[in-house]
Protein backbone atom coordinates (compact mmCIF):
# COMPACT_ATOMS: atom_id res chain seq x y z
CA UNK A 1 0.00 0.00 0.00
CA UNK A 2 1.25 3.08 -0.93
CA UNK A 3 0.83 6.29 1.31
CA UNK A 4 0.52 9.79 -0.12
CA UNK A 5 -2.97 9.97 1.17
CA UNK A 6 -1.80 8.74 4.84
CA UNK A 7 -4.25 10.53 7.56
CA UNK A 8 -6.27 12.02 5.70
CA UNK A 9 -10.17 11.52 5.39
CA UNK A 10 -11.90 11.37 2.41
CA UNK A 11 -15.85 12.27 1.16
CA UNK A 12 -16.40 10.43 -1.51
CA UNK A 13 -19.75 11.60 -3.42
CA UNK A 14 -20.50 8.85 -6.49
CA UNK A 15 -18.67 6.49 -5.16
CA UNK A 16 -20.53 3.66 -6.07
CA UNK A 17 -20.02 3.42 -9.51
CA UNK A 18 -17.51 4.54 -12.00
CA UNK A 19 -15.22 7.08 -11.67
CA UNK A 20 -16.01 7.52 -8.18
CA UNK A 21 -16.11 3.79 -7.07
CA UNK A 22 -12.03 4.00 -9.07
CA UNK A 23 -11.40 7.05 -6.87
CA UNK A 24 -12.61 5.53 -3.07
CA UNK A 25 -10.93 2.49 -3.87
CA UNK A 26 -7.39 4.54 -5.29
CA UNK A 27 -7.64 7.23 -2.20
CA UNK A 28 -8.09 3.90 0.07
CA UNK A 29 -4.50 2.39 -1.63
CA UNK A 30 -2.58 5.33 -0.77
CA UNK A 31 -3.81 5.34 2.90
CA UNK A 32 -6.89 7.56 3.37
CA UNK A 33 -10.19 7.19 5.24
CA UNK A 34 -12.79 6.91 3.02
CA UNK A 35 -16.38 8.19 3.08
CA UNK A 36 -17.65 6.51 0.39
CA UNK A 37 -21.42 8.25 -0.35
CA UNK A 38 -24.56 7.43 -2.88
CA UNK A 39 -27.42 6.68 -3.58
CA UNK A 40 -26.88 3.28 -4.27
CA UNK A 41 -26.61 1.51 -0.84
CA UNK A 42 -26.29 -2.44 -2.23
CA UNK A 43 -23.15 -1.53 -4.77
CA UNK A 44 -21.60 0.79 -2.26
CA UNK A 45 -21.92 -1.45 0.71
CA UNK A 46 -20.06 -4.29 -1.43
CA UNK A 47 -17.48 -1.77 -2.22
CA UNK A 48 -16.67 -0.49 1.39
CA UNK A 49 -16.32 -4.13 2.11
CA UNK A 50 -14.02 -4.59 -0.54
CA UNK A 51 -11.89 -2.36 0.38
CA UNK A 52 -11.91 -2.93 4.27
CA UNK A 53 -11.17 -6.79 3.21
CA UNK A 54 -7.69 -5.10 1.61
CA UNK A 55 -6.80 -4.00 4.41
CA UNK A 56 -8.44 -0.01 3.51
CA UNK A 57 -10.52 2.17 5.79
CA UNK A 58 -14.11 2.42 4.57
CA UNK A 59 -17.56 3.34 5.14
CA UNK A 60 -20.52 3.36 2.95
CA UNK A 61 -23.10 6.64 3.93
CA UNK A 62 -26.33 6.22 1.72
CA UNK A 63 -26.76 9.76 0.75
CA UNK A 64 -28.92 12.11 -1.46
CA UNK A 65 -26.73 14.45 -2.80
CA UNK A 66 -29.65 16.72 -3.32
CA UNK A 67 -30.27 17.34 0.22
CA UNK A 68 -28.89 19.62 2.42
CA UNK A 69 -29.74 17.36 5.08
CA UNK A 70 -28.43 14.22 4.21
CA UNK A 71 -25.09 15.71 2.88
CA UNK A 72 -25.23 17.05 6.52
CA UNK A 73 -25.34 14.52 8.27
CA UNK A 74 -23.28 12.10 6.11
CA UNK A 75 -20.29 14.78 6.48
CA UNK A 76 -20.94 14.75 10.34
CA UNK A 77 -21.13 10.69 10.45
CA UNK A 78 -17.42 11.07 8.35
CA UNK A 79 -15.71 13.27 11.11
CA UNK A 80 -17.44 10.98 13.97
CA UNK A 81 -16.00 8.18 12.23
CA UNK A 82 -12.44 8.84 11.10
CA UNK A 83 -12.24 12.06 13.17
CA UNK A 84 -11.85 14.55 10.56
CA UNK A 85 -11.90 16.02 6.77
CA UNK A 86 -9.45 16.37 4.65
CA UNK A 87 -10.46 16.05 1.33
CA UNK A 88 -14.06 16.21 -0.71
CA UNK A 89 -14.46 15.03 -4.24
CA UNK A 90 -17.58 15.57 -5.71
CA UNK A 91 -18.33 12.73 -8.37
CA UNK A 92 -22.20 11.74 -8.09
CA UNK A 93 -23.72 13.37 -11.62
CA UNK A 94 -26.34 12.47 -13.81
CA UNK A 95 -26.59 13.06 -17.76
CA UNK A 96 -29.83 13.63 -19.29
CA UNK A 97 -29.84 13.68 -23.36
CA UNK A 98 -32.98 16.04 -24.08
CA UNK A 99 -33.64 19.00 -25.91
CA UNK A 100 -34.34 21.71 -23.93
CA UNK A 101 -38.01 22.05 -25.61
CA UNK A 102 -38.29 18.34 -23.92
CA UNK A 103 -37.46 18.91 -20.99
CA UNK A 104 -39.51 19.41 -17.83
CA UNK A 105 -38.97 21.96 -14.98
CA UNK A 106 -38.36 18.71 -12.81
CA UNK A 107 -36.01 17.39 -15.00
CA UNK A 108 -33.87 20.09 -14.85
CA UNK A 109 -33.97 20.85 -11.29
CA UNK A 110 -33.15 17.74 -10.75
CA UNK A 111 -30.05 17.45 -13.24
CA UNK A 112 -28.74 20.54 -11.71
CA UNK A 113 -29.30 19.68 -8.02
CA UNK A 114 -27.12 16.58 -8.42
CA UNK A 115 -24.72 17.84 -10.67
CA UNK A 116 -24.16 21.41 -8.88
CA UNK A 117 -26.26 22.22 -5.80
CA UNK A 118 -24.51 18.99 -3.96
CA UNK A 119 -21.24 21.19 -4.27
CA UNK A 120 -22.77 23.97 -2.60
CA UNK A 121 -23.96 21.35 0.22
CA UNK A 122 -20.56 19.70 0.52
CA UNK A 123 -18.85 22.73 0.64
CA UNK A 124 -21.28 24.20 3.11
CA UNK A 125 -21.19 21.53 5.99
CA UNK A 126 -17.34 20.23 5.08
CA UNK A 127 -15.58 23.48 4.86
CA UNK A 128 -15.51 24.24 8.81
CA UNK A 129 -13.74 20.50 8.93
CA UNK A 130 -11.61 21.26 6.24
CA UNK A 131 -9.91 24.65 7.91
CA UNK A 132 -9.10 22.62 10.79
CA UNK A 133 -6.49 21.11 9.10
CA UNK A 134 -2.95 23.11 7.63
CA UNK A 135 -3.73 21.98 3.71
CA UNK A 136 -7.54 20.68 2.64
CA UNK A 137 -8.29 19.85 -1.09
CA UNK A 138 -11.74 20.02 -2.70
CA UNK A 139 -12.33 17.86 -6.53
CA UNK A 140 -14.88 18.09 -8.65
CA UNK A 141 -15.49 16.11 -11.50
CA UNK A 142 -16.73 18.34 -14.80
CA UNK A 143 -16.55 17.41 -18.19
CA UNK A 144 -15.07 18.18 -21.16
CA UNK A 145 -18.68 19.65 -21.72
CA UNK A 146 -17.25 22.04 -18.84
CA UNK A 147 -15.68 23.72 -22.16
CA UNK A 148 -17.67 22.52 -25.20
CA UNK A 149 -21.13 21.42 -26.18
CA UNK A 150 -22.50 18.33 -26.64
CA UNK A 151 -25.56 17.51 -28.68
CA UNK A 152 -28.83 17.18 -26.76
CA UNK A 153 -27.57 17.75 -23.17
CA UNK A 154 -28.34 20.94 -22.82
CA UNK A 155 -28.87 20.92 -19.04
CA UNK A 156 -25.82 18.73 -18.65
CA UNK A 157 -23.62 20.80 -20.33
CA UNK A 158 -24.96 23.75 -18.69
CA UNK A 159 -24.35 21.94 -15.52
CA UNK A 160 -20.55 20.99 -16.11
CA UNK A 161 -20.07 25.10 -17.25
CA UNK A 162 -21.05 25.48 -13.42
CA UNK A 163 -19.10 23.23 -11.50
CA UNK A 164 -15.95 24.57 -13.74
CA UNK A 165 -16.65 28.16 -12.30
CA UNK A 166 -17.83 26.85 -9.42
CA UNK A 167 -14.55 25.12 -8.98
CA UNK A 168 -12.59 28.07 -9.15
CA UNK A 169 -14.80 30.37 -6.73
CA UNK A 170 -14.18 27.99 -3.84
CA UNK A 171 -10.40 27.98 -5.18
CA UNK A 172 -10.41 32.20 -4.35
CA UNK A 173 -12.90 32.15 -1.29
CA UNK A 174 -10.69 29.90 1.04
CA UNK A 175 -7.21 29.58 -0.42
CA UNK A 176 -6.08 31.80 2.50
CA UNK A 177 -7.97 29.14 4.83
CA UNK A 178 -5.43 25.96 3.14
CA UNK A 179 -7.99 24.57 0.82
CA UNK A 180 -7.10 24.16 -2.49
CA UNK A 181 -10.01 23.29 -4.83
CA UNK A 182 -9.12 21.96 -8.18
CA UNK A 183 -11.98 20.56 -11.17
CA UNK A 184 -11.29 17.03 -13.02
CA UNK A 185 -12.57 17.06 -16.55
CA UNK A 186 -12.88 13.66 -17.80
CA UNK A 187 -13.67 12.82 -21.52
CA UNK A 188 -15.57 9.50 -22.76
CA UNK A 189 -14.72 7.57 -19.93
CA UNK A 190 -15.70 3.55 -19.69
CA UNK A 191 -18.43 3.82 -16.67
CA UNK A 192 -21.98 2.21 -16.00
CA UNK A 193 -22.92 5.99 -16.90
CA UNK A 194 -21.52 5.67 -20.32
CA UNK A 195 -22.68 2.26 -20.97
CA UNK A 196 -26.18 3.39 -19.79
CA UNK A 197 -25.85 5.72 -22.84
CA UNK A 198 -24.42 3.33 -25.48
CA UNK A 199 -27.39 0.91 -24.35
CA UNK A 200 -29.56 3.29 -25.26
CA UNK A 201 -28.94 3.10 -29.11
CA UNK A 202 -29.35 0.40 -31.34
CA UNK A 203 -26.31 -0.54 -31.60
CA UNK A 204 -24.07 0.30 -28.50
CA UNK A 205 -20.42 -1.20 -29.72
CA UNK A 206 -20.48 0.96 -32.99
CA UNK A 207 -22.22 3.94 -31.22
CA UNK A 208 -18.98 3.79 -29.08
CA UNK A 209 -16.63 2.91 -31.95
CA UNK A 210 -18.19 6.21 -33.94
CA UNK A 211 -17.72 8.22 -30.60
CA UNK A 212 -14.18 7.29 -30.18
CA UNK A 213 -13.24 8.41 -33.97
CA UNK A 214 -13.37 12.04 -32.35
CA UNK A 215 -10.56 11.31 -30.01
CA UNK A 216 -7.08 11.01 -31.15
CA UNK A 217 -5.64 8.06 -28.49
CA UNK A 218 -8.93 6.59 -30.17
CA UNK A 219 -9.71 4.53 -26.85
CA UNK A 220 -12.10 5.48 -24.03
CA UNK A 221 -11.01 6.84 -20.07
CA UNK A 222 -11.19 4.49 -17.57
CA UNK A 223 -11.98 5.20 -13.96
CA UNK A 224 -8.95 4.73 -12.69
CA UNK A 225 -7.31 7.17 -15.30
CA UNK A 226 -9.93 9.37 -13.72
CA UNK A 227 -9.01 8.75 -10.01
CA UNK A 228 -5.33 9.34 -10.44
CA UNK A 229 -5.68 12.82 -11.08
CA UNK A 230 -8.39 13.07 -8.37
CA UNK A 231 -5.36 11.86 -6.36
CA UNK A 232 -3.30 14.70 -8.11
CA UNK A 233 -5.15 17.30 -6.84
CA UNK A 234 -5.45 15.65 -3.09
CA UNK A 235 -2.07 15.37 -2.01
CA UNK A 236 0.76 17.75 -1.79
CA UNK A 237 2.11 16.70 -5.47
CA UNK A 238 0.10 19.42 -6.44
CA UNK A 239 1.09 21.97 -3.80
CA UNK A 240 0.75 25.58 -5.24
CA UNK A 241 -2.16 24.31 -7.79
CA UNK A 242 -5.51 25.65 -7.76
CA UNK A 243 -8.44 27.03 -9.11
CA UNK A 244 -7.49 25.09 -12.15
CA UNK A 245 -9.01 21.96 -14.14
CA UNK A 246 -7.31 19.04 -15.84
CA UNK A 247 -8.61 17.50 -18.81
CA UNK A 248 -8.26 13.56 -19.69
CA UNK A 249 -9.64 13.17 -22.50
CA UNK A 250 -7.05 11.21 -24.73
CA UNK A 251 -6.75 14.05 -27.13
CA UNK A 252 -10.36 14.84 -27.54
CA UNK A 253 -10.44 18.99 -27.62
CA UNK A 254 -7.10 19.39 -28.87
CA UNK A 255 -9.04 19.44 -32.11
CA UNK A 256 -11.80 21.26 -33.75
CA UNK A 257 -11.83 18.43 -36.12
CA UNK A 258 -10.46 14.97 -36.01
CA UNK A 259 -11.22 10.93 -37.36
CA UNK A 260 -8.38 8.93 -35.69
CA UNK A 261 -6.65 6.70 -38.48
CA UNK A 262 -8.69 3.38 -37.37
CA UNK A 263 -5.58 2.39 -34.87
CA UNK A 264 -3.40 3.25 -32.53
CA UNK A 265 -0.90 2.27 -29.92
CA UNK A 266 -3.32 2.98 -27.37
CA UNK A 267 -5.08 0.25 -28.60
CA UNK A 268 -3.09 -2.83 -28.16
CA UNK A 269 -3.42 -4.74 -25.24
CA UNK A 270 -0.98 -4.06 -22.36
N1 LIG B 1 -18.50 8.60 -18.06
C1 LIG B 1 -18.15 9.65 -18.78
O1 LIG B 1 -17.84 9.53 -19.98
C2 LIG B 1 -18.08 11.02 -18.14
C3 LIG B 1 -17.45 12.05 -18.85
C4 LIG B 1 -17.32 13.30 -18.26
C5 LIG B 1 -17.79 13.53 -16.98
N2 LIG B 1 -18.42 12.52 -16.31
C6 LIG B 1 -18.86 12.82 -14.93
O2 LIG B 1 -18.22 11.95 -14.03
C7 LIG B 1 -19.00 11.82 -12.85
C8 LIG B 1 -19.13 10.32 -12.55
O3 LIG B 1 -19.80 9.70 -13.61
P1 LIG B 1 -19.63 8.16 -13.99
O4 LIG B 1 -19.42 8.09 -15.44
O5 LIG B 1 -18.71 7.51 -13.06
O6 LIG B 1 -21.17 7.71 -13.75
P2 LIG B 1 -21.83 6.55 -12.90
O7 LIG B 1 -23.28 6.60 -13.25
O8 LIG B 1 -21.09 5.28 -13.06
O9 LIG B 1 -21.62 7.06 -11.40
C9 LIG B 1 -22.34 8.17 -10.88
C10 LIG B 1 -22.73 7.86 -9.46
O10 LIG B 1 -23.45 9.00 -8.95
C11 LIG B 1 -24.47 8.50 -8.13
N3 LIG B 1 -25.57 9.43 -7.97
C12 LIG B 1 -26.46 9.84 -8.91
N4 LIG B 1 -27.38 10.63 -8.34
C13 LIG B 1 -27.07 10.73 -7.02
C14 LIG B 1 -27.66 11.38 -5.92
N5 LIG B 1 -28.78 12.10 -6.06
N6 LIG B 1 -27.07 11.28 -4.71
C15 LIG B 1 -25.97 10.53 -4.55
N7 LIG B 1 -25.36 9.88 -5.57
C16 LIG B 1 -25.91 9.97 -6.78
C17 LIG B 1 -24.96 7.24 -8.86
O11 LIG B 1 -25.72 6.41 -8.01
C18 LIG B 1 -23.65 6.65 -9.31
O12 LIG B 1 -23.16 5.72 -8.37
C19 LIG B 1 -20.33 12.51 -13.16
O13 LIG B 1 -20.32 13.78 -12.56
C20 LIG B 1 -20.32 12.62 -14.66
O14 LIG B 1 -21.09 13.71 -15.10
C21 LIG B 1 -18.58 11.27 -16.85
Known sequence: MSSRL????????????GMGE???RLFAREGAAVALVDVQAAKGQVIAEQIRAAGGRAIFIECDVRSESAVR????????EFGGLNSIVNCAGIVQVKLLHELDEADWDRLMDINVKSIFLSIKHGIAHLKKNPRSYVVNIGSIGSFISQGSTPAYIASKGAVLMLSKSIALDY?????RCNCVCPGITDTPMLREHLNATADPEATLRNRLRRVPMGVPLTPHDIARAALYFSCEDS?????????????????????HPGKTRFMDPQ
Open 6 to 17: QNQVAWISGAAS
Open 22 to 24: GIA
Open 73 to 80: SSIEQTVR
Open 175 to 179: AADGV
Open 239 to 259: AGVTGTSLVIDGGYLAAAEWE
